[in-house]
């Protein structure tokens, strides 16, 4: 704390102009690239290890710290989402394999521990616990794959946040670790041959910020050592990311392509040692969506099919057959292939609800969400044809239902493990209204609004607004207990599905991305332009946010509109877009925003580039800019960057924050209860603080 105390004082002896913040020193290095030229007063901070980066990062937290115990004064809403998270109701444990897993937080103080069971009325068996094995509260569980006959778990865990995993295996008969160990895994899942072994993508970066070079997938057969595991594909030269799995004594390779390479199809028989690969599918439509492998066949969809839908065909490509056909405006937003049923889960701007199918297509049932809610598929009991299925909304947490395919009976499933609790507030409490706004291209963009029935809608509500519109990523209700909280200290919530994303089928992604990408940040302004005119707020009353690509969403919408908000608060996000791909698994971005070696397509991201257009004579909106020092999906050089040239200029009037988590990564502090509450609870504290004054 001493240490701590010194380096404030120091770097407070010049303040940034009238802000109370510690300065960051300039200096001045020029960026070139085609005809644009840049001076970069903060390109030191790339380099995020030095002494004196970390000195700047720890005082800027000292200051973070002391505001938020001022503002912790007037609003402290730690124990109450504490209280809601208690009354709230949890999902059923989901099924892989014979078993039943699920995790649970037994000391609010260390890591979730995962238990499994052989029926859902049995008591839970404790089979993992990250703690005990590393003795350490910044380890958690980040996967878990049962072996084919269910003997063995490989699980893999993360240390302090970071995207480099380790895999482990437990005995599921004896309970017991076994001597096995693979580390420096990124970016994978674990799929197994048999009992016998598992593929793995192996990583071999030596910085952890550097350039991703994860290329090759290795086959580890058990109780061999890592160093003796096979290479099976190695994909250095194309450097391509790629998925893979198993099924059916196969294993399937499936390499991204771009707009220059197109996908690699592959599959290999697990019946030797060989994996000689073999390509499928070569003859059909250039793009097409690989959904999966069952009974010999393979099922896909076809990229002129916006909506989605679903086809199959043999591993040559022929005998091609159309099993679920496009449901215009309602997006197929996944397929679930089980024995004997393809469970299809569609939204539309009123409802969410699932199609079911046989194989050959034929439909059998449809089930509906109540109360405009979403849901996730458990599992499917093949012997009873009961669908498992938990529903939830923004403000309603999980309930559990079992639904018969064949009958079509549904009812609510409890258990001795799962007994029925009153809900947290009625079902009605809070009004929920799902409409669109048209943006200034005349695009119709869905919105879902968010407050307490009977608030008044008298334009001067505190309002947040959410988006996240990348990469082709459907957005779904997400239960957050501290949303309930600020809803009910009068709050608006409203969350846009805005152009980038895939809510509306792959051209409402494709018209949100690369030479279009400015779309995205431009419905993202209109929704808030919106929430204005309708009288829901002002823009003194007006918060934006969002995380990752969303963090980029809210550092353009403030440099590009800094009039229209009140409070700003981008996480984990991308803010030089000039070094973007320099880093990590940023060079896997160039489709989404563009190629900094075609000029057109630099110039388009640079024209947004929220760390480039900030201008000398603008007070920005009072920002909280979160990072994390262990982020090595979207390095925290980014919000260091963007906050020392947000601070130091004279214009800026209103406050702007930096808070860097430390032991964590993109996904924030959540290794534990009391992490992750504690977090949530700082964000809607700041942000009902500084639009309430």
């Known amino acids: 704390m001493k240490k701590i105390l010194l380096l404030l004082l120091f770097f407070t002896t010049v303040l940034v102009h009238s802000q109370n913040f510690p300065e960051a020193k300039?200096?001045?290095?020029?960026?070139?690239?085609?005809?644009?030229?840049?001076?970069?007063?903060?390109s030191w901070m790339e380099k995020v290890d030095y002494a004196e980066t970390k000195s700047w990062v720890s005082a800027e937290n000292v200051v973070t710290d002391l505001h938020m115990a001022e503002v912790r004064k007037n609003y402290s809403s730690f124990s109450k989402i504490k209280e809601y998270d208690f009354l709230s109701t949890y999902s059923i444990p989901s099924k892989k394999g014979k078993y039943f897993y699920a995790s649970y937080r037994i000391d609010k103080n260390k890591p979730a521990t995962l238990f499994f069971k052989k029926s859902l009325n049995e008591t839970p068996i404790e089979i993992v616990s990250p703690y005990k094995i590393y003795n350490d509260n910044n380890v958690q569980l980040s996967g878990y794959y049962p072996s084919k006959t269910s003997s063995i778990l490989a699980f893999s865990v993360t240390k302090d946040g970071s995207d480099m995993r380790e895999i482990r295996f437990v005995n599921l008969d004896t309970r017991k670790n076994l001597e096995d160990k693979i580390t420096n895994v990124r970016y994978s899942n674990v799929s197994w041959h048999k009992d016998e072994g598992v593929f793995y993508k192996k990583n071999i970066n030596a910085d952890?910020?550097?350039?991703?070079?994860?290329?090759?997938?290795?086959?580890?057969?058990?109780?061999?050592?890592?160093?003796?595991?096979?290479?099976?594909?190695?994909?250095?030269v194309s450097k391509s990311p790629f998925g893979f799995f198993t099924t059916d004594q196969k294993l399937f390779i499936i390499e991204a392509g771009d707009d220059e390479k197109p996908k690699k199809y592959l599959y290999t028989s697990l019946e030797n040692?060989?994996?000689?690969?073999?390509?499928?599918?070569?003859?059909?439509?250039?793009?097409?969506?690989?959904l999966d492998y069952s009974k010999g066949r393979i099922y896909f969809s076809k990229p002129s099919f916006d909506w989605g839908e679903i086809r199959s065909c043999d591993l040559n490509g022929k005998d091609e057959k159309t099993i679920v056909t496009q449901i215009y405006g309602n997006l197929l937003i996944n397929s679930y292939f089980y024995k004997d049923y393809i469970v299809c889960k569609y939204r539309n701007l009123e409802k969410t609800y699932m199609l079911i199918y046989d194989y050959d297509g034929k439909y059998i049932r449809k089930f509906e969400a109540p109360y405009g809610m979403d849901f996730k598929v458990n599992y499917l009991d093949s012997e009873t044809s009961n669908l498992f299925v938990t529903f939830y909304s923004y403000t309603i947490s999980n309930h559990n239902y079992k639904l018969n395919i064949l009958t079509g009976e549904n009812n609510p499933y409890f258990n001795d493990f799962n007994k029925p609790k009153p809900t947290l507030f009625p079902f009605d409490y809070f009004e929920t209204k799902v409409t669109t706004y048209k943006s200034r291209d005349n695009k119709d963009i869905p919105i879902t609004i968010i407050y307490k029935k009977g608030l008044k809608l008298d334009g001067n509500n505190p309002t947040l607004l959410e988006a996240y519109g990348g990469f082709g990523v459907v957005s779904n209700p997400k239960y957050d207990t501290g949303i309930l909280y600020f809803l009910e200290k009068g709050g608006v919530y409203a969350y846009a599905q805005i152009r980038g994303g895939g809510e509306k089928g792959k051209k409402w992604h494709n018209d949100g991305k690369g030479l279009k990408k400015m779309n995205t940040f431009n419905d993202f302004i209109d929704g808030g332009e919106y929430l204005i005119k309708e009288n829901y707020t002002n823009s003194n009353k007006l918060a934006i946010t969002g995380a990752s690509q969303g963090g980029l969403l809210v550092g353009v919408a403030m440099t590009q509109r800094p009039e229209l908000f009140k409070v700003a608060i981008p996480k984990f996000g991308i803010y030089d877009m000039a070094k973007f791909g320099e880093y990590s698994a940023g060079k896997f971005w160039k489709e989404e925003?563009?190629?900094?070696?075609?000029?057109?397509?630099?110039?388009?991201?640079?024209?947004?580039?929220?760390?480039?257009?900030?201008?000398e004579n603008v007070n920005y909106p009072i920002t909280m800019i979160v990072t994390s020092e262990n982020d090595d999906r979207v390095p925290p050089l980014h919000s260091f960057k963007?906050?020392?040239?947000?601070?130091?200029?004279?214009?800026?009037?209103?406050?702007?924050?930096?808070?860097?988590?430390?032991?964590?990564g993109h996904s924030g502090k959540i290794s534990t209860y009391q992490n992750y509450s504690e977090e949530r609870a700082s964000f809607f504290d700041f942000l009902l603080y500084h639009l309430n004054n």
């Open 26 to 42: 300039k200096i001045p290095t020029t960026f070139k690239k085609h005809q644009f030229s840049y001076q970069d007063d903060y």
């Open 208 to 236: 952890r910020f550097a350039v991703d070079s994860t290329y090759q997938l290795y086959y580890h057969k058990i109780g061999n050592l890592q160093e003796e595991d096979k290479l099976v594909y190695d994909g250095s």
């Open 273 to 290: 040692d060989d994996y000689d690969l073999n390509s499928f599918c070569e003859n059909l439509e250039p793009g097409f969506e690989f």
């Open 593 to 615: 925003y563009g190629d900094i070696e075609k000029k057109d397509e630099f110039d388009t991201f640079m024209n947004y580039s929220p760390y480039h257009n900030i201008k």
């Open 642 to 664: 963007f906050a020392a040239k947000l601070q130091n200029r004279v214009a800026q009037k209103n406050p702007i924050f930096l808070k860097t988590l430390n032991n964590s």
